[in-house]
């Protein structure tokens, strides 16, 4: 079965301070690879996905995660956060097609951005 | 475009007793989940929907969970009866396709005093 590991259950970073959150994944074989954010009392909302390609992805607000076969890691950064990225980051991986689309979710990460 | 409607947002109830959630997703979305979200965990999932059947509900306790898919649209999650343990939010989502986007509802807070 897929497991994810999210080492730091909290991060503190004053604003406009870059930030890692790290990400790492069981499987040896291919998977897809989301980071999804969670505001107070909200859904999760996506803020990107690995399906194939290029290793570095792009997405919302100013989020970068790099896809690193090798160590089997998705680190999610971002080159200067703001107050409002406070939030609970979770990472998922899933099965590709084949593997019914569920995603196996990491325990979460709180980004707390301080002024 | 709307997006995944759960109610209620938040519930409390004592154990033995019985709740349910409802769940209504994007229209078009074939596949619909719900996770449960225990306090510092990540979502787990309990079952997963393809239209009206069952895909996965490997997860789901099935001595007081269960759930229902009506007309491959709105869903419904009942725990009867409810543990203390089963105080969690209860997420629904669904996906268009096998991609792994899911859009998530806001959840359903339930408190199992």
């Known amino acids: 079965a897929q497991s994810v590991t999210q080492l730091d259950s909290q991060v503190p970073v004053f604003e406009e301070a870059p930030v890692e959150l790290r990400c790492n994944y069981s499987s040896s074989v291919s998977v897809y690879l989301f980071w999804y954010v969670q505001y107070p009392n909200q859904g999760l909302q996506l803020l990107l996905k690995?399906?194939?390609?290029?290793?570095l992805v792009k997405g919302i607000n100013g989020f970068e995660a790099e896809f690193n076969k090798s160590q089997t890691s998705f680190h999610l950064r971002k080159p200067s956060v703001h107050i409002s990225d406070t939030a609970e980051y979770f990472c998922a991986v899933s099965d590709p097609p084949g593997g019914g689309n569920k995603l196996t979710f990491g325990t979460g990460t709180q980004l707390k951005v301080e002024l | 475009e709307a997006g995944v409607a759960q109610s209620p947002r938040y519930k409390i109830i004592e154990k033995r007793q019985s709740v349910a959630f409802w769940c209504n997703p994007i229209?078009?979305?074939?596949?619909l989940y719900w996770y449960q979200q225990i306090l510092g965990q990540g979502p787990k999932l309990l079952i997963q929907f393809q239209n009206n059947g069952v895909v996965d509900d490997s997860q789901l306790p099935k001595d007081r969970f269960s759930a229902e898919r009506l007309k491959g649209v709105d869903s419904t999650l009942k725990i009867q009866p409810a543990k203390l343990e089963d105080s969690a939010v209860y997420l629904c989502a669904s996906s268009r396709g096998v991609s792994g986007e899911l859009f998530f509802g806001e959840g359903s807070r339930l408190t199992v005093l």
């Open positions: 229209s078009g979305h074939a596949t």
């Open positions: 690995y399906l194939s390609g290029s290793t």
